[in-house]
Structures are given as C-alpha cells and as structure tokens.
C-alpha cells in the first residue's frame, strides 16, 4: 500500500515521502536538504528509488547532491537546465509512473517560470493527490517571484479544475498565516472560521495542516475565490484593485497578502 508522510526540513518546509510499504521503495518530493530524508529511510528502513522536484528554489532542490551521490536514481523535475542533476525533464506532455501509479505533469508558472505539480487520479486509497510545491498553499498561494500575476492565476485555476477530493501536498507549513490573512478578506467566511479553529488545533497538537482537500480550499482560499462578491467587496474596500476583472481582483489580494 502507498503511504505519503511528512519529513520537516528547515524551518517550515515539507519533504514529501511517498513510500510503498510493501516493497520498502520511496521517492521524496522537494528535498531541500539530505539530512532529515537519511533520517527518516533509515527509521522506516525504506529504500530511496526516486526524487521528484517542482521548481528549482533551493530548499526545494539542496538535497539532491547529496542524496544522489551514493545512489544511482532518477531525478525527474521541470525542464529547467538550472537544475542540473535532473536526469528526466518533464512538462505537461510527458507522464510518470512511480511504484505502479501513473503522474500527469501540470505546468503551474508564476511562483518561478519553471514550476510543475504532480497530480495522481489514485493511490489505491481512491483519492487523487497533487504535489504542488510552492503554488497553491494550505490556504494561499506562493508569491509571484518570475511570472506576473495573469499567469500565476492561469496555473491556480488549472489546479482548481481537479476533483474537490483531491488531497493538496504543498511544501510548507505555512497554514495558520494564510488563514490570518484569509480572515481578513473574508470574515465572515463561515467555513474559514471552522477551518481557522481545526487548523489551529491541528498546530497545538504538533500534527501537520497539509494536505488540505481542494474543496476546503475552494471554500476558503482567497486567491481561488476571487470572483466571490465577497472578496471583490473587501479588496476594494482596501482601494486594491484597479479594475473589476477576476485577474485584477486577484493581483489586488496578492498585493494585499504582500504587505500583510
Ligand atoms: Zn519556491
């Protein structure tokens, strides 16, 4: 059966395991350092098979050398000759098949010009999965560092046309400060509110708010609800906007989120 677990890195980063407990093979998501994934292939006594990364940001691709350099694996990540220990380059024509799942490759621009998600239709759980790394967050979005705020909204609404039940693995734990700002776009937002307090609770306890569903993202996202009345309302309570567009409004709550 295939299992996905968090191994934290850094301050706030998600290593994402993706192991089949019965023939012990992992691939890991994003290593932005080696030490914490030795760690825990060691603890699990799995074997590394894989490495898949999204875009090429340091903490998301640090570990590589490392975890390369005594194993002779694949490395599958965005055409991005930047990353050079990427042995397979893949974008939304290539696929990908991992311990007997098949991957379909979404070019996700706008966080940096290179960035790809993996998204799987099932696991054997019955439930589809997105490895989305710096794009769409637990309640936000990344910010726009290499594309422009059309493009960033293409690849958000790209990720949003998947199923609601799709489970989303971003890379951070960045949970409790999105929802801070979401609140402020939307207070009266009934299901953030619930949200607020779960996710709340989840960090008390020490247990990770990623993955998210995408329909609770859907209901309390503010960059996936840009043509809700309500966000329009309160981003131009804000002066924020320029125009009346959903990329408009959408370039407004990134600002916004910015400076927040
Ligand atoms: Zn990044």
Redesign the pocket.
């Known amino acids: 059966m295939i299992h996905i677990e968090p191994i934290p890195a850094f301050n706030d980063n998600y290593i994402w395991c993706i192991y089949d407990d019965d023939s012990g093979k992992a691939a890991v998501v994003d290593p932005g350092e080696a030490g914490p994934v030795e760690e825990a292939l060691l603890a699990q006594q799995l074997q590394l098979e894989t490495i898949l990364i999204t875009?090429h940001?340091f903490?998301?691709t640090g570990g590589i050398e490392a975890l390369t350099k005594h194993r002779d694996i694949p490395v599958y990540g965005p055409k991005n000759h930047q990353i050079a220990s990427i042995t397979h380059r893949l974008d939304e024509q290539s696929s990908m098949s991992l311990f007997g799942l098949d991957f379909t490759i979404l070019e996700v621009p706008g966080?940096?010009l290179d960035h790809i998600a993996l998204y799987c239709e099932d696991t054997g759980t019955g439930q589809p999965v997105l490895f989305c790394?710096?794009t769409l967050f637990a309640g936000g979005c990344?910010r726009i560092f290499e594309g422009n705020p059309t493009m960033m909204l293409n690849s958000l609404q790209k990720l949003a046309a998947l199923p609601p039940t799709t489970e989303i693995y971003c890379a951070h734990e960045y949970t409790l400060g999105n929802l801070a700002f979401a609140n402020a776009v939307e207070p009266n937002n009934t299901a953030l509110n619930t949200r607020i307090r779960a996710d709340k609770q989840r960090r008390e306890d020490d247990i990770p708010t990623v993955p998210s569903l995408l329909a609770t993202e859907l209901a309390t996202n503010p960059f996936l609800r840009c043509t809700e009345d309500t966000v329009i309302d309160s981003v131009k309570a804000q002066g924020g906007s320029n125009g009346d567009s959903e990329v408009d409004i959408f370039t407004a709550v990134r600002r916004w989120k910015d400076n927040f």
């Open positions: 875009h940001h903490d998301h966080h940096t790394g710096d990344g």
